[in-house]
């Protein structure tokens, strides 16, 4: 028995799903089962609700729509595809173009196996992690709400929007979903709809062998307004669901959507057969008879794409040209407001940006780097109105408060500060940091280094986004003290540099942290990492040795030796004063030594090969590298002949200034150490 | 105005609060406010309800405690000292002396900062990340079920315990640890009851900034059984909310108890200020007047350790005494059964435990080493009782399902299987398979190894608790193909390898995946990680080349020239066959080449210098390496003329095959290294 396709909605409902259905098959690999599922869903959400301009899908006031569920990305290719969204650069060119769904899950086409966001315009995020995609949604929620309550003015309704995530069990069972469901809930974010795919359907099999929650109790419990709709094809149903998500301004809003996995498929629909593989060609066949689909594969047809010009297209021009307007008057009336607005927008950073940064005076006693840190991130965030974030409920030790006028807080009951309290969920920190990223702005975050564990996979996702989220981490070694092993990061210096496309800058001393962060505002195109101590850090005589500007090279010569040294010591963070040390003293026993300081492996690994070859040169094979962590990410530098001083297990509890000497992390080490290397 | 201590439950209680606030004073550093708030209920759990017997402290029908709250430890450390819990190791000695405590957080003392199992009887499992401590007892929890469900007879109810966490609100906001709450509901853990200290404070102040949840709603749609306790002083309510949840036989129960964060402290009590350093003297000398305390500090009076003596003590030598009755009459009645479960708990492997391991026949196809890597598992685990575990929703895939007759699975209605479903929650998963570990099990976790990043928090445990949990990682490279750069792993092998006393297996073939579960099976004080491909294998002709039994030893020479070679070549994984490909067309062309699998970096390194050297003679600066993930963990082989042959950054969305040449990871591109690198 086949569904009609007389109305235009079923029309347009059922091209998504062969759509789908095509390019899997073509592929011969990908997920059918949860778009064919969910097509009435995001029909109904981007025909009906959603504002957004196909023709400016970088309109600052669109609503967003997120793929939390990445491996359906046939849906959002075949949505972006339908509701003709045009790519960014202004070329008129199509985001998504038949050839490319054709070309689905192949080298070079944009519609990869999960959604990029850099690689398709339209896609809000790069989803396929599970429980990102949400927690993501939770940071552009927010950033929404900030400037709705912190630009808008009486008369000048402006700004703010709302943010759509579809999502499936797999993400709701993760941690990371939990969290951001915890402080969307807190928070009272009204602009947030997540819709559950409640298809009972996991990979193993049933739902039932691994997860029974009553989800709307839970969500209820989280501080949510819970909706739930008995028939994902029923558009009714989901169209009062939307209707009430937008009544409700007091709490974020979970649709719950029972539906049926490939919906559909005489023999796999409602199987876990359907979720991770092709459908296979008679399935298919079968399946488009039921719809009373007659097109030929990828055949689109033009009532379709018509549709969702006059619903969606439509609608979101309408606003656009609104909000347009609006902004105009609003610029006239608020020129100061609206140009800081649109400052943060650019994405750039306002000139005079780094004015205020800070020089620190030579001090044998020192700062500990979080204290120096905190200082150089006020001076900083208070000139450039994009920086906010906060830490996961460790900012007394982090140092990581915005504490200038006009700062704020972001609370449950006022939404414009720039401080944010995560509460002790690092996972979901991260994640929304890169919601707010995404949405324009330059977060922070911050922990202890140790627990940058517990974000690893959202880091990862900022790097793979090239998303220039700043991750502070203080208490950065056994300096931790008297908390012991499991407070004690050894292996994290290393572990972080391995990711690709993250820059980790671990500075020697207050000066080197204030350049550490001006180097680090600079770059644009990934995330950067402060690796910052608990302990105080000695502020070298900089007329002595060399200016720390060098760090915007990564590494440079500290001090050195006149001719060719004998060896070369190399060291960050809390162990550049230790190695220091061991300078002067192989100095004065008149060994030949140069002394470099590595803030930054990645940005030194940037520069050109002749100054990479005058820090280092190649012909000097006595070398020594300091660091309180294990010697993995040394190794490149050090070649056979190198020692390290450094960790080889976990660390002790135990006061900090008895750790270093109990570890052998001392001056007296480091020079038996460049010794034992000149021998060879 | 001062509490009286009249009765000696006071006493006691206030015992332990002196004790906890003596010791952190005495450090200078510490968390004294919730052992002060939590004396009361911990009192009330050990001396009326735990089933503990302090002299045994190992007994196999024990309670177990978890101290999910780790930073609160001199609570603990109070609690075992004042039961009188003795050391393992039979020496009628105080597992924590009053000495020990007297040097809380000093190097040396067995009381860390933080609890580590390592370090003291008593303490079930090292906590202090959060969230880690509740996830454990869940682990614990299903331990004790599947012994009492698969061990237990008609008649011969000897097997089961039930297990008891003592959390925080920081451990509550993890996401793994609603992970965890997720999975004990929905299989219905009965013998599992966390006890939540609702103080209302954290780090950055009150729970109001970041925590807002009705936790109780949230718990009974995660299938729990919820009691508040309304005043943590209260001593019946306490008893009465204990009694409830042993009364409760079908959810894990949650007892919420509103608590005061260092209670009694006059000006202290009930801020953040208490959370996480000393009191301060004159603070502790006005507590203790409110206490009605006279004692000097570190004073232990004798009626306090009597009164636990005589509760906890009685009760616990009661239970043990009947429970070894009944375990006789057991092992007389059901021989095999016993046998079965006290091999289990010797902790050794049972002899002939690998009597079956899987030899594989020459294959130029060959085979994936997900596919062999589940043979061996099954071959093993049939031998091995005490091995246990799943995947996170992803079996299919894993291929780590135990198929043998008798396997069973661990569901919601049956709990005596070997086969767990974790669902979509990698974390928990991990941090699960550690309470397994620590109840005398042998677990193993699978997913995809890009979502080892997930579960990192809880494998930096198993190191450094020296458990040996197996992990099993399969769609270990861009070998993953049309899934994209999210689902690819890149940095992982290097960002693993950099944790201390983990050993990473990748084996090149189906032999070395054969000889790699049996090197891990060996390793008992550390855990091991399966590096597996989704992409078939050759299986190695080891007529023509070495044998896979070289794999023990962690880096062997599978082909060799004669005399000494100009180029080492070393691989892993799914490199191996490309390596040994470059090492033919190399030696065609007179190329003197050596190629060295290296299945396990860290065995490696164990071996002796003579061994080491005899693989990798260091007189041979000509050295390749491949594997299909970054450098770094590579350089420590390379020296300055080595080349590798690997990723430098993400990967693609496309087939396999196509992204292996597209980022030039080719046996040509081996051979083309190999002659730079000899040419220096």
């Given at each position: 028995m086949s569904v009609s396709t007389t109305s235009i909605e079923q029309l347009t409902i059922n091209a998504i799903r062969t759509l789908s259905m095509d390019a899997v098959q073509a592929a011969n690999s990908g997920h059918p089962g949860t778009p064919m599922a969910l097509a009435p869903v995001a029909y109904t959400l981007w025909s009906n609700h959603l504002n957004y301009d196909p023709n400016y899908p970088?309109?600052?006031?669109r609503d967003r729509f997120v793929?939390?569920?990445?491996?359906?990305s046939m849906l959002i290719y075949s949505l972006l595809h339908l509701a003709g969204v045009k790519k960014a650069?202004?070329?008129?060119?199509?985001?998504?173009?038949i050839d490319d769904i054709k070309k689905f899950?192949?080298?070079?086409?944009?519609?990869?196996g999960h959604p990029e966001s850099y690689e398709?315009?339209?896609?809000e995020t790069t989803t396929g992690p599970l429980g990102q995609g949400v927690a993501n949604s939770v940071g552009m929620a927010m950033a929404g709400e900030f400037e709705r309550t912190r630009y808008n003015r009486p008369g000048h309704e402006v700004f703010g929007y709302d943010v759509y995530a579809l999502c499936s069990d797999g993400d709701l069972m993760e941690g990371v979903a939990c969290e951001a469901a915890s402080i969307a809930g807190h928070l009272k974010l009204s602009n947030l709809c997540w819709i559950y795919?409640?298809?009972?359907?996991?990979i193993e099999g049933d739902t039932d062998l691994a997860f029974s929650e009553d989800v709307a109790t839970k969500f209820e419990g989280l501080g949510w307004h819970v909706v739930k709709v008995s028939?994902?094809?029923?558009l009714g149903l989901l169209n009062a669901a939307y209707d009430s998500f937008k009544a409700t301004e007091d709490k974020p809003t979970l649709i719950i959507v029972r539906s049926i996995i490939?919906?559909?498929?005489?023999?796999?629909?409602?199987?876990?057969?359907?979720?991770?593989?092709p459908l296979g060609e008679a399935e298919i066949t079968a399946t488009k008879e039921v719809y009373g689909w007659s097109y030929d594969k990828f055949v689109v047809p033009t009532e379709t794409t018509d549709h969702f010009a006059e619903t969606l297209g439509d609608r979101g021009e309408a606003a656009r040209t609104e909000w347009e307007k609006k902004f105009a008057a609003y610029e006239k009336a608020f020129p100061a407001e609206a140009k800081e607005w649109k400052q943060i927008m650019s994405g750039k950073l306002p000139?005079?940006?780094?004015?205020?940064?800070p020089t620190f005076e030579t001090n044998p006693k020192g700062v500990a780097s979080r204290a120096s840190g905190g200082q150089v991130l006020n001076a900083i965030a208070k000139s450039v109105p994009s920086m906010l974030g906060g830490s996961a409920d460790l900012e007394p030790s982090t140092?990581?408060?915005?504490?200038?006028?006009?700062?704020?807080s972001f609370l449950a009951d006022d939404h414009s500060g720039r401080n944010m309290h995560f509460g002790i969920r690092e996972h979901a920190m991260a994640s929304i940091a890169n919601g707010l990223c995404l949405s324009g702005y330059r977060p922070f975050v911050s922990t202890f280094?140790?627990?940058s564990d517990y974000l690893r996979p959202a880091l990862r996702l900022s790097a793979i986004m090239q998303l220039p989220v700043m991750y502070i981490f203080t208490?950065?070694?056994?300096?931790?003290?008297?908390?012991g092993p499991t407070h004690q990061p050894v292996e994290h210096l290393s572990a972080l540099r391995a990711i690709p496309n993250v820059a980790i800058f671990r500075p020697g001393d207050a000066n080197e942290v204030s350049q550490s962060y001006k180097a680090a505002m600079e770059l644009t195109d990934r995330p950067s990492i402060m690796v910052l101590t608990r302990q105080n850090l000695p502020t070298l005589d900089r007329e002595k040795y060399a200016?720390?500007?060098?760090?915007a090279r990564g590494g440079y010569v500290l001090a050195d030796c006149s001719g060719t040294p004998e060896v070369i010591l190399m060291a960050t963070g809390s162990e550049l004063s230790l190695a220091v040390e061991a300078y002067e003293k192989l100095t004065a026993d008149g060994v030949k030594a140069r002394l470099v300081s590595m803030p930054c492996v990645e940005l030194f690994e940037l520069q050109d090969a002749e100054y990479k070859e005058s820090v280092?040169?190649?012909?000097?094979?006595?070398r020594v590298a300091v660091e309180a962590g294990v010697q993995q990410s040394w190794d490149r530098y050090l070649g056979f002949r190198g020692k390290f001083v450094g960790m080889k297990g976990f660390g002790a509890s135990a006061p900090a200034e008895e750790l270093f000497p109990y570890f052998g992390i001392t001056a007296d080490k480091v020079v038996e150490a460049a010794k034992a290397s000149i021998a060879g």
């Open positions: 970088r309109w600052a006031g793929l939390s569920c990445g491996h359906a650069d202004g070329s008129d060119e199509l985001s998504v173009k899950r192949q080298l070079h086409s944009p519609c990869a398709v315009t339209g896609v795919d409640d298809n009972h359907i996991t028939d994902a094809n029923n490939a919906w559909g498929a005489p023999t796999m629909a409602n199987t876990h057969g359907a979720h991770g593989a000139t005079s940006w780094d004015a205020d940064l140092k990581t408060g915005l504490k200038f006028p006009g700062a704020g280094f140790v627990f208490h950065d070694s056994i300096g931790v003290g008297e908390d200016c720390a500007t060098g760090t280092l040169p190649s012909s000097v094979a006595g």
